[in-house]
């Protein structure tokens, strides 16, 4: 019994021990089980994550390519719009270039006309000046359309334009005197007078404009020389000089009548106090007696307006002088202005910058009474 009751005793301790260690494996076998299933769970989470990714991996890809399709779908409509803005600009361009055609010969046309029907001589040099702005060349711009070889051709029509329109006024004879009073011959006076007017629109000479119609006949006149000497070929000239120099002999007599009637004009406004026509009667005396020119009725302007002119005279001398051309001035008008006397008590009230103006002029009328034809 003593031996039993220790064994028992034992063996309830024994069995105490075991229940407790059978119930510790549970509790972890529990613990296990509840791991499994969290990271159950977890591994659940973690595939529906993959999933998700994946869904918006794909998505992401498919966005990726609806992008890249539609960027493609903006590139072929750029292309388009490209090509139809292209087609509206030759378009423009071409309806502009034909506009400006058109509108430049009737404004061409309407200021020769007016030009002839007016007999004020002022007012012939208002047309004959709207008539040289209103040439295409002089319009051109350096865009699109407006090529090199575009100014090229619109000088050459120019040239052949101009020419046609002169010889109506030029006379069989190439008279040069500048006092004539019939309709043709002051048509033909304020043509050569104005033949160096720029449109104020035309581009400056750094970017191709800048010309006027007296620097297209020079350019032709000059060129002669070059083809002479055998420097270059008549073909290899541009068409507008050749053009010029198949009216060499009307071209010369224009730069000529220039030369003369750009100082009669300016004797014409300095004989009298208001500018007036001068009558064949006065134009006798001026022959005969010293005359003197109503500076004090001037203002600077017009100062520099005669010396501006005179310039353009000496200009046309030059050129001639170059292209191997003879000279000619018109022996009434070098006598006239032998007479031309500055009126001494006119200088002495004159500020600094009208003595010189006055001076200048006084300079170049005397170089172009000196210079021999």
Same mark, same amino acid.
């Given at each position: 019994m003593k031996l039993l009751l220790p064994g028992i005793m034992?063996?309830?301790? !024994?069995?105490?021990?075991?229940?407790s260690r059978l119930n510790d494996m549970r509790d972890s076998t529990k613990n296990v089980s509840k791991t499994t299933r969290e990271? #159950?769970?977890? !591994?659940?989470? @973690?595939?529906?994550t993959s999933d998700g990714m994946a869904e918006d991996t794909k998505a992401m890809r498919q966005a990726t390519e609806s992008m890249q399709q539609a960027i493609e779908n903006m590139s072929k409509k750029t292309d388009e719009v490209v090509k139809t803005t292209a087609g509206v600009e030759a378009k423009t361009d071409q309806v502009y270039s034909d506009a400006r055609q058109a509108q430049s010969l009737e404004i061409r046309t309407k200021s020769l006309s007016e030009l002839e029907d007016t007999e004020d001589q002022v007012a012939k040099l208002s047309q004959a000046a709207h008539y040289f702005m209103a040439f295409e060349f002089q319009l051109w711009k350096n865009t699109s359309t407006d090529s090199l070889e575009k100014l090229a051709y619109l000088k050459r029509d120019a040239i052949d334009e101009f020419m046609r329109d002169v010889r109506r006024y030029i006379p069989e004879s190439h008279t040069l005197n500048p006092s004539r009073t019939d309709q043709k011959s002051k048509n033909l006076y304020a043509l050569v007078a104005t033949m160096h007017v720029l449109n104020s629109?035309?581009?400056? =000479?750094?970017?191709?404009?800048? !010309?006027?119609? %007296?620097?297209?006949?020079s350019e032709g006149l000059l060129a002669k020389a070059k083809v002479e000497s055998g420097e270059v070929k008549l073909s290899d000239l541009p068409e507008y000089q050749r053009a010029v120099l198949s009216f060499e002999r009307d071209v010369v007599y224009l730069l000529n009548l220039r030369i003369n009637f750009i100082p009669s004009m300016i004797v014409t406004e300095l004989a009298t106090k208001n500018g007036r026509y001068l009558s064949k009667l006065d134009? /006798?005396?001026m022959l005969v007696?010293?005359?003197?020119?109503? !500076?004090?009725?001037?203002? +600077?302007?017009h100062f520099r307006l005669y010396s501006e002119l005179l310039d353009e005279a000496a200009k046309a =001398?030059? @050129? +001639?002088? +170059?292209?191997?051309?003879? @000279? #000619?001035?018109?022996?009434? +008008? %070098?006598?006239?202005?032998?007479?031309?006397?500055?009126?001494?008590?006119?200088?002495?009230?004159?500020?600094? @910058?009208?003595?010189? /103006?006055?001076? #200048?002029?006084?300079?170049?009328?005397?170089?172009?009474?000196?210079? #021999?034809?």
């Open positions: 034992a063996l309830m301790l !024994t069995g105490c021990s075991v229940e990271m #159950k769970d977890s !591994t659940d989470k @973690v595939a529906k629109n035309s581009l400056p =000479k750094e970017k191709g404009g800048g !010309t006027s119609m %007296v620097d297209l006949l134009l /006798a005396s007696f010293p005359w003197r020119a109503y !500076t004090s009725e001037r203002n +600077l302007g =001398k030059n @050129v +001639l002088r +170059l292209a191997g051309a003879n @000279v #000619k001035i018109y022996p009434g +008008l %070098v006598q006239i202005l032998k007479k031309m006397r500055f009126r001494s008590q006119d200088s002495a009230a004159e500020s600094e @910058v009208r003595r010189a /103006a006055i001076e #200048k002029l006084r300079a170049q009328i005397e170089d172009f009474k000196a210079q #021999k034809a």
